[in-house]
């Protein structure tokens, strides 16, 4: 899209071309012209110590056994390859 519009084309055309709405198209060059890029920016914020499969797990083995502890999750993560602590040892 970025690569038509250098070439000269309009939006409207653009748009029509590729069968795309013409406010996306419109976004779309917009955000490349702002960030050099079409890639997503990264998101501020604290970053994810476990991966969503890791938290499905963790949820699974505590919804099976409720009373299982949390150095019993924390030694589970460290044989799985995980070497992030969530207990304070």
């Known amino acids: ?8 084309s309009y939006l409207g055309a653009i748009s029509k071309r590729l069968k795309v709405p013409h ?37 699974r083995k505590v919804q099976i056994n ?7 999750l924390v030694k589970m993560l460290e044989e799985t390859g995980k070497k992030k602590y969530l207990y304070p040892q």
Not at 43 to 55: A, C, Q
Request: aromatic content about 4%; proline content about 6%; overall charge positive.
């Open 23 to 59: 406010s996306s198209v419109q976004t779309i060059v917009c955000k490349y012209k702002h960030h050099g890029t079409t890639q997503p920016s990264y998101r501020s914020g604290r970053r994810r110590v476990l991966s969503p499969r890791d938290e499905r797990t963790l949820v």
């Open 1 to 8: 899209m970025v690569d038509i519009h250098k070439s000269g």
């Open 66 to 72: 409720p009373r299982t502890t949390a150095k019993d």
